[in-house]
């Protein structure tokens, strides 16, 4: 059993707490580290087709999410629709990934590094 006091790690062992090494990078609890990121750009990557980019202004403990300004991106055979939306909110059941100030199109414009659909 883990026991995180503060920025030190400590461990139970055999009923007595034993101090374990600190780590140099700090740890965030997902809902910590999605808290850091209202006000700013993400990318949030669904079930299914569709793929959403837009300013980051609130979540619930379920991870649904209010996203603005709003650039929704569906994968079709025919190719890539982009639809321009002021607000969205987002149920966090469909929510498969989320890439901090990411865009897709930084992505494809790299070429080989993006992620191929």
């Known amino acids: 059993?883990?026991?995180?006091?503060?920025?030190?790690?400590?461990?139970?062992?055999?009923?007595?707490?034993?101090?374990a090494s600190i780590s140099a990078a700090p740890s965030y609890l997902p809902l910590a580290l999605i808290d850091k990121c209202i006000g700013s750009?993400?990318?949030?990557?669904?079930?299914?087709?569709?793929?959403?980019?837009?300013?980051?202004?609130g979540f619930d403990d379920y991870v649904n999410m209010v996203v603005d300004d709003v650039r929704e991106y569906t994968f079709t055979p025919e190719g890539k629709k982009i639809?321009?939306?002021?607000?969205?909110?987002?149920?966090?059941a469909n929510i498969t990934m989320m890439v901090?100030?990411?865009?897709?199109?930084?992505?494809?414009s790299k070429g080989a590094g993006g992620v191929a659909k």
Do not use: F, Y
């Open 1 to 19: 059993r883990t026991i995180w006091l503060k920025s030190t790690r400590a461990q139970v062992v055999c009923g007595r707490l034993a101090m």
């Open 41 to 57: 750009r993400i990318w949030i990557i669904m079930k299914g087709d569709k793929e959403i980019v837009g300013t980051l202004r």
């Open 83 to 92: 639809t321009h939306l002021d607000s969205i909110l987002l149920n966090g």
């Open 100 to 108: 901090p100030g990411g865009d897709p199109e930084e992505s494809d």
